[in-house]
């Protein structure tokens, strides 16, 4: 190990609570999806515990989520589920404060599946809320940047089928374990031409810090 792993391990240590950190990958007409670029510029942050560019699909992210939370629950630890998904419309940063549980997709994800009007889980709520702070986290972000926002509306696409389960595992170590520690939380980012990449991948590292240190 490193000088520079070895502090970097110390600082993940010494923070709050753990981050996994996730981005998308291409889809649609979205061949160079921003939150690749993101999560690939921060993921060796000190306080990114984890970080990973997730498949376009309902079956794929799953998959690829599934050590990520393993790893959460093996080590015990305070953490948050962080996702970055790219909103093609959007002029500002988007802090989602829901996730539904309706699958309905305008176009096939990456494996060829078309979800239309889907309840994700039978068995659950209509919507799960994130617990965290949001509106103290605006004002906190505000401070740097006027183009941010609360939503209650992430679509009904992968990344709210994503949020959706991260929240419902959430839910789950709530029920299993009496544990409240640990936390989802969606942000939909705008393209690079509404906002630069230096622009956004500072504000997600004041993301990070805010949510790692609750």
């Known amino acids: 190990m490193t000088a520079d792993e070895k502090n970097g391990a ?45 498949e376009v699909s309902a079956d794929g992210s799953l998959d690829m989520l599934a050590p990520l939370r393993l790893k ?6 305070p953490c948050i589920f962080l996702h970055l998904g790219v909103a093609a419309s959007a002029k500002q940063f988007r802090l989602e404060r829901v996730g539904y549980n309706l699958a309905d997709f305008r176009i096939p994800d990456e494996r060829g599946w078309v979800a239309k009007e889907q309840i994700i889980d039978q068995d659950e709520k ?18 740097n940047t006027e183009l941010v926002g609360i939503s209650t509306d992430p679509g009904r696409y992968i990344c709210n089928y994503v949020y959706f389960h991260s929240l419902q595992w959430v839910k789950k170590q709530l029920a299993e374990a009496a544990d409240d520690e640990h936390h989802a939380l969606f942000v939909h980012v705008p393209p690079f031409d509404v906002i630069p990449q230096d622009a956004q991948v500072a504000f997600v590292r004041e993301v990070i810090a805010f949510v790692a240190n609750l």
């Open 126 to 143: 209509d919507a799960l809320e994130t617990a965290l702070p949001l509106d103290d986290m605006l004002k906190t972000l505000q401070e």
């Open 72 to 77: 959460a629950e093996e080590r015990g630890r």
């Open 10 to 54: 110390a600082l993940r240590g010494a923070q709050r609570r753990d981050v996994y950190l996730t981005g998308f990958g291409k889809f649609g007409d979205i061949v160079h999806n921003p939150t690749t670029f993101i999560v690939e510029e921060v993921a060796q942050d000190a306080n990114v515990t984890e970080a990973l560019v997730l």
